[in-house]
């Protein structure tokens, strides 16, 4: 049964005429009319009958308008625990981040709930690009990454763009391009390289810093976690791929910008739309933003 029919059968019983519901609700008679026609084909025992020129309800008519009270009761205290959802600002917000992501921004997030802010709750996933948006079924704010040419993000998430990230080549202190201000991509493409594995974002910059080298990249270690990743380059066992603000280098390491390609990843947090309507959520967003725009320019290490 439709909602808005059982309101005007409702209606009708309160009010006792059609007239006095249409200009209840502030539409037609023939729309009243019909609203009650719809009813009526959905129930096997008359709901109104004529009484003069009136129109009032039956019996079962009479019990099925108490019954819509008790609908609209419902339905009222449905849109009080929403409001009440929407705007706690004490309801746990769900946040999700590929590793490096986290290492930044969850610090703040905890920092900022203990300070009065809404309280969260945080998972690492480090996924493959397609699979962040379906991470946002299962948490309230999602941080993800893309390189800058990928396809976008779909529709059916909201976006805040938090950080447009250059990835920088990571050498050892000792290394003999460690003193330059920049580094080529042919000066580099014939070290031995500390990569991600197969299907994760950052293994197509340096199939492009192969190809303006002249030559296939030369892969050592295959590590996804760029703590790791820095401890390897730091060992002497390669150079890698890091990016600028979210993977601070550790002592022993310094990252220095490819002069001739500009590669750069995206950092967002992705957002299903009905949930940026939570306070909580806006807060955590607003929060992410703030800490992301301290991020955005800090000196090369």
């Known amino acids: 049964m439709d909602v808005r029919q059982l309101a005007i059968l409702r209606e009708l019983g309160d009010r006792g005429s059609v007239t006095a519901v249409a200009g209840a609700l ?4 023939s729309a009243v009319s019909q609203q ?9 025992v008359p709901l109104t009958r004529r009484r003069g020129r009136v129109l009032a309800l039956t019996d079962a008519g009479e019990a099925l308008a108490a019954a819509a009270t008790d609908v609209a009761t419902a339905l009222a205290r449905a849109e009080v625990a929403v409001d009440a959802f929407l705007t706690d600002p004490r309801a746990p917000v769900r946040v999700a981040a590929f590793s490096s992501a986290g290492t930044v921004f969850f610090p703040v997030l905890v920092r900022a709930a203990a300070a009065g802010g809404p309280p969260v709750e945080c998972a ?3 996924v493959a690009q397609s699979a962040f948006p379906a991470l946002c079924a299962e948490h309230d704010v999602v941080l993800a990454h893309r390189l800058d040419h990928s396809p976008p ?8 763009p938090l950080l447009h990230e250059p990835l920088d080549v990571a050498l050892p202190v000792g290394h003999r391009l460690a003193d330059r201000s920049a580094v080529t991509a ?3 493409a014939g070290e031995p390289w500390v990569a991600v594995h197969e299907g994760f974002p950052l ?17 050592a270690h295959r590590v996804n976690e760029l703590s790791v990743v820095a401890a390897l380059v730091a060992a002497g066992a390669g150079v890698a791929l890091m990016p600028r603000h979210t993977a601070p280098a550790p002592p022993g390491v310094v990252l220095r910008p490819l002069q001739d390609l500009a590669l750069a990843r995206r950092v967002d947090a992705l957002v299903r739309p009905e949930r940026t309507l939570r306070s ?4 955590v967003l607003a929060e992410l933003s ?12």
Request: hydrophobic content about 50%.
């Open 290 to 301: 703030r800490a992301a725009a301290e991020l955005a320019e800090p000196a090369i290490r």
């Open 124 to 126: 690492e996933h480090d």
């Open 280 to 283: 909580g959520v806006a807060t």
């Open 186 to 188: 042919t000066e580099v």
């Open 26 to 29: 502030l539409i037609t008679p």
């Open 36 to 44: 009650l026609a719809a009813l009526q084909r959905n129930v096997p």
């Open 203 to 219: 293994l197509a910059p340096l199939r492009a810093i192969g190809a303006a080298g002249g030559r296939p990249l030369t892969v």
């Open 153 to 160: 993000w779909p529709r059916t998430v909201t976006v805040t």
